[in-house]
């Protein structure tokens, strides 16, 4: 499965780069790819590709604020949840995301 997302935080530091973090190895671990752009205080952040957007399985926006440039995932399956959740239980984030993916 591939999945392309955005991470960030009400501060757009720690949370955000942490979520990053522990989305994509969580992936990695269960055999997907991610690519997570980050927004926040120093803006946008590896800004992810129309190409990666069009691969995309599925986008999993990881926020506890509005986003930018949402209207990219306009033909996707959209999963939000707050950035909390994913530094606490990014597997189950992912499984989630897998059964979604199969509907």
């Known amino acids: ?14 949370h955000t780069y942490i979520a990053k973090e522990k989305l994509i190895q969580a992936a990695k671990n269960r055999g997907h790819e991610a690519y997570i752009e980050t927004q926040g205080l120093a803006g946008r952040q590896e800004v992810l590709t129309q190409a990666q957007i069009d691969e995309a399985d599925i986008v999993i926006i990881a926020a506890d604020i509005k986003i930018n440039g949402r ?3 306009a033909s996707k399956k959209v ?3 707050p950035t909390s959740m994913v530094v606490k239980s990014p597997n189950k984030l992912i499984e989630k995301l897998e059964k979604l993916d199969k509907e």
Not at 1 to 14: D, E, Y
Request: hydrophobic share 60%; glycine share 10%.
């Open 79 to 81: 999963v939000e949840v």
């Open 71 to 73: 209207d990219r995932f």
């Open 1 to 14: 499965m591939k999945i392309v997302g955005i991470a960030a935080c009400t501060a757009g530091i720690a």
